[in-house]
């Protein structure tokens, strides 16, 4: 699977193709399915290749007449044919609303078509999978959380916007950004931050200016619509990417996300991740080399846990981090970005960031 | 209190003269100590004039030599000097930053001068009291969360910022509203969305556009900037502030704070309250007028809880809002904005806000 950019009419097409199989089907009196690729664990893999999470090829069909799957399989035309709808009318809605538009009691039963989100949200996964399309390209919007700042210039909806030129504000990232057009990109890398207090000392400090990067503040997880315009502007404009988040597991998780994807999004991951990223910070090696002691955090044990499990996970084999998961764990701390102040305010802004960028100081 | 835009100067004269006065206690050796008005609820009041919950007069005396003062003592100036500092530089920061700038043990001690951040936190909240200044004007950040679109021109660290031609993302409010100033604001009034998903919605349909509006969605609970964001506009330009939340107490309270205030920051009610704002919706009467029965959504335990508390606040005691307490407490279910789309995904942007404005159908 290669990264898709489809057009609207071509994701309407998909619809129409899936409705038109489940039709032939009826047409040949035949039970008709509709077939839908299997995304638990046991079909999930770490490609070494492309260094990604990517679904295998286990495929399962949900038919129409099987007591198990019929209402599933009403449930999955209900949206299918609800995403076709809002396509064709150019119309983007979240998750929830389609949920509320979609609900209600089938004539003469007491069966609701959906009784909660949760049986609605996995439907949409399994159309994903199903047409090789994102979520966003059925005009169903995700979480949106995170904002960007740099020397860019895009077009959204007919606007022009200079993410050079928004105050301390920054442009924040819509849950959707399929059909942005780059007009300008000029940077020569992007640095990715976990979070906004440090986004905000950055930017106060014109840290893009000098370095010439693009500034993108994830708010903690990164949310869809930001691993999307990672991942565009990277491939898109050939720009290294540079990660920095807490030195702790949930931070390096987040790391992990944006360049593999994730465990329950693997069929994206070649959409949503971005391979190229890489590490700067910080590391429990930082710590160390930064003098930053004085202001680690005991590691609870939830963070010991995770961090003996990520052990094991494929995509943090590198001996680099097997070094530092091991490094946490044995030294029982870890520490925030804000740690960095310790130093003085500017710290980050003058000392680390620049050094660990001249030396290439990056995990993998 | 009045509405307060203080300069970066006049800030640092107050910091300097709460030194000074402790110098002179010193020069003349008696025990100094900075005064800090009581915060706790004993000192809480709702001014029925002012619509927004105010502080008393009571104040606290915080001395040098008192076994119990001493550490807050010492703490209250390390982080006056601080904020000093920040702002001779023109610097900003979170206030997890400077617990780590300020944290470090005592010489020839076992003493740190603070040992976590729920020790500095309410530090700050001491200043803004006994100073009467915004956090956001010692250059403490606070959490950012918002974006708002419509046709307003602002400058912002000498940028030019069109919120009417930010595509489908809006302008990310960030934490420090007080140095934006408003070059062009064309709108009859503000529409705050508790949710992203509507704001979304509402921003495709062009809602704001249309109506003349400037369209803003908090995010949940409003963040500081936010809030202070709709404040400085409805005041400055006069504007009506339509506040549009979920039906159920956890919405109306975000409007209540939007409104007047909160509890735990009574002292900037002012400042950040904003006493014009009316409730647009939902309410549980708007389920019986637009029929929305389909689509309402059991309320918990909690929301009964919450909702029998705030039948007792003074800031509810409104007839209109006294019954739809109770129409809660006694029907047993709420709704979620996204209900609305029960009834058509333009529904909301083309029957309801429409309907309501032109009838004025508000809650006080």
């Known amino acids: 699977m290669k990264m898709l950019r489809l057009k609207r009419e071509e994701v309407i097409k998909k619809l129409q193709s899936l409705g038109l199989k489940v039709w032939k089907k009826v047409e040949r009196k035949e039970n008709p399915y509709v077939e839908i690729p299997i995304r638990s664990l046991s079909n999930v893999r770490f490609d070494e290749k492309t260094k990604a999470l990517t679904l295998g090829n286990k495929v399962a069909k949900r038919y129409f007449f099987h007591v198990a799957h019929a209402k599933k399989f009403m449930q999955t035309l209900l949206v299918a044919s609800f995403c076709k709808e809002l396509l064709e009318q150019n119309l983007h809605t979240s998750l929830r609303d389609m949920f509320y538009a979609l609900k209600r009691t089938l004539p003469n039963s007491k069966e609701n078509t959906f009784d909660e989100q949760k049986e609605s949200d996995p439907i949409v996964v399994d159309l994903e999978v199903a047409l090789n399309v994102l979520r966003e390209q059925l005009h169903l919007s995700a979480d949106v959380r995170g904002r960007v700042v740099g020397n860019v210039v895009i077009e959204d909806r007919g606007d022009l916007i200079d993410w050079s030129k928004l105050g301390s504000g920054g442009w924040a990232i819509p849950s959707n ?188």
């Open 177 to 364: 950004v399929e059909d942005i057009e780059f007009k300008k990109v000029k940077a020569k890398f992007i640095l990715v931050v976990e979070k906004n207090a440090a986004f905000e000392r950055l930017h106060e400090d014109k840290f893009w200016k000098k370095h010439k990067a693009i500034l993108l503040t994830t708010q903690g997880q990164a949310a869809r619509g930001a691993r999307r315009l990672i991942q565009r502007l990277s491939t898109e404009f050939d720009l290294p990417v540079y990660v920095f988040t807490d030195s702790d597991p949930y931070g390096w998780y987040i790391y992990s996300v944006i360049k593999y994807g994730s465990i329950n999004l693997a069929h994206i991951s070649d959409r949503l991740g971005t391979p190229a990223a890489k590490f700067i910070g910080l590391s429990i090696s930082d710590i160390d080399r930064f003098g930053l002691h004085n202001w680690t955090i005991k590691a609870k044990d939830v963070d010991i846990k995770r961090a003996k499990e990520m052990l094991r996970y494929p995509w943090f084999k590198h001996p680099k981090w097997q070094k530092e998961l091991k490094l946490l764990i044995k030294r029982k701390y870890k520490a925030e970005l804000e740690a960095l102040s310790g130093k003085g305010l500017r710290f980050v802004t003058e000392k680390y960031l620049p050094t660990k960028i001249k030396e290439k100081d990056f995990l993998p």
